[in-house]
């Protein structure tokens, strides 16, 4: 019942905002606003530009806005316009010529400083591993193993099956498996990503 | 390493960040406004597009001022954006010559086609020729044009004045289009009173805005069948809106808009299977199928597919 509210809710609002009304298009920029920068920042990591991003992932969304039937939540079709603005981004992207260099900053001596600097570090190694595997599996990966969505949220994100999902974040472990034999900091970080998907 | 570092945070962008962000997605999309599915409904923050709607094509004749700066801008495709401070500025972007007055700021954009200027703020002077009539004479620090127009445009908050000094200007508010020659003014506060301009003694120079939206008390008429001379984009914005007052008449037009082979052919196919669909009319699989065919990688492809999916699943 209440799904079915929300979903009223949702196509009325995507009908007005997609009508040209900027009231409705405002509410939707700032209901969906935080959704579509998690899902850029989860597929990209720290990114200079994610605010331009974030924008064109907006403009993408109201562009197609006629064309959302309410098949999906407004949330989730806005996620899987983020993802499709992430892919072409690292598309359209050079891959870095070198590997970033695996100097790890200073480590400070009180323990939160330090847990900060290692989790920024570790980060920084994942996803400069992440440039290097496939568009596909690294978004697979982001959303499934870093951001801990299920497989099947992930696959109606992404528009794949399930078994597709699963696929992708195997063949992406793999991947990160042979990056991080080099690399104990980002083994280490690997480690914590271990599990079962859900 | 400590045992557990969990998942990397993400950073939440500032208030100031998403004020940016907000601020220019909606002077994005008054540049180049989402193609609507229903008629619009009337509502005063329409004002606020009206700025940017006067978003001009340019060309150019270039006229040196001594009193200001002057800087040459490369023809790009990538958003330029232009700020004065305490003293004007003159700048050339392309073909067009452009004088910033004080305390102003511009965006100017480019595609193969068009070139479109936002005024964010204060005052810009627009100095124009045709492209095709280029035609200058130089005397000493004199100056002849033969063809061009020059005009000014001036923006305050949500309200915008255009002055024509010489050639012609179209301007589109709101649906409206008016037609500006030398010595006429326009104004968003005053739509309708243009001073009476004295005789055009120049050709007309044909200049290109954004797209025609009606306004909402224009009841939907039908559309005409497209032919060569009617802009693609103006003819499926009739036809969106036309969809849901007469389906079938939409459905006849995008398939018509369809025989030609720019992207609005392709977006035209889409939504005649999409309304083909949603109606369950007999064409839908065929002009679905017949999409996929022409434009397998096309914007709604996917979307395609699954509608076809939707098809083959029903009795």
């Known amino acids: ?52 991003l974030t924008q064109d992932a907006f403009l993408a969304i ?6 959302f039937r309410g098949d999906s939540s407004l949330a989730r079709w806005c996620q899987t316009i983020a993802m499709r603005t992430a892919f072409a981004y690292i598309e359209r992207r050079k891959p870095p010529s070198i590997d970033l260099a695996l100097v790890e900053d200073e480590l400070a001596s009180d323990e939160d400083t330090r ?62 498996a042979r990056r991080a034999a080099k690399d104990d900091v980002l083994a280490s970080y690997l480690a914590e990503f271990e599990g079962g998907e859900r | 390493m400590n ?51 006067v978003a001009i094509v340019l060309v150019i004749l270039a006229r040196s001022r001594g009193d200001t700066e002057t800087v040459q801008v490369a023809q790009e495709t990538v958003p330029t954006r232009m700020v004065s401070g305490a003293g004007p500025s003159a ?43 280029p ?20 923006r305050m908050a949500d309200h915008a004045r255009v002055e024509v000094e010489r050639g012609i200007v179209e301007v589109r508010f709101r649906g409206t289009e008016y037609r500006l020659v030398a010595g006429q003014h326009w104004s968003s506060g005053e739509t309708t009173a243009v001073i009476e301009p004295p005789p055009v003694i120049e050709p007309p120079l044909v200049i290109k805005l954004p797209p025609v939206i009606d306004p909402p008390t224009k009841p939907a008429t039908k559309p005409l069948p497209p032919t060569p001379l009617q802009d693609p984009r103006a003819t499926f914005e009739r036809l969106s809106a036309l969809e849901a007052t007469d389906p079938s008449a939409a459905i006849a037009g995008y398939v018509t808009l369809a025989n030609g082979s720019d992207r609005w052919a392709e977006l035209a196919l889409y939504a005649a299977g999409r309304i083909a669909t949603d109606r369950r009319d007999a064409r839908a699989r ?30």
Request: aromatic residues 6%; glycine residues 6%; charged residues 25%.
């Open chain 1, 62 to 67: 109201f562009r197609a806005l006629g064309s």
């Open chain 1, 1 to 52: 019942m209440e799904a079915a509210v929300a979903r009223e809710a949702d196509l009325a609002l995507a009908r007005r905002a997609a009508a040209g009304e900027r009231d409705a298009q405002r509410t939707l920029f700032v209901a969906q606003r935080a959704t579509v920068h998690h899902a850029l920042y989860r597929i990209l990591g720290s990114n200079h530009e994610l605010e331009d």
């Open chain 2, 91 to 133: 700048l050339t972007y392309g073909d067009a010559h452009i004088t910033l007055e004080p305390e102003s700021a511009l965006v100017m954009t480019q595609d193969p086609i068009t070139t479109t200027a936002i005024l964010e703020r204060g005052s810009a002077w627009f100095s124009i020729t045709h492209r095709k009539q």
């Open chain 1, 115 to 176: 847990r900060v600097v290692q989790l920024r570090e570790a980060t920084r190694r994942l996803y400069a591993a992440l440039d290097r595997i496939e568009i596909k599996q690294r978004v697979a990966f982001a959303l499934t193993v870093i951001d801990g969505r299920s497989l099947a949220e992930v696959a109606q994100i992404t528009e794949s099956s399930v078994i597709a999902v699963k696929t992708r974040v195997w063949r992406a472990r793999k991947q990160l």
């Open chain 2, 286 to 315: 065929s002009l679905l199928d017949t999409y996929l065919r022409r434009f397998p990688r096309g914007a709604n492809a996917d979307d395609a597919r699954e509608l076809l999916g939707h098809l083959k699943g029903l009795p």
């Open chain 2, 3 to 53: 045992p557990k570092l969990g998942p990397p945070a993400v950073e939440p962008l500032s208030d100031v960040t998403w004020a940016r962000i907000e601020r220019d997605l909606w002077s994005r999309l008054d540049t180049a406004p989402v193609p609507s599915p229903a008629p619009r409904s009337w509502r005063p923050w329409i004002v606020g597009g009206l700025a940017t709607a």
């Open chain 2, 135 to 154: 035609f200058v004479v130089m005397a000493g620090d004199a100056m002849v044009r033969v063809v061009g127009t020059r005009f000014r445009v001036t």
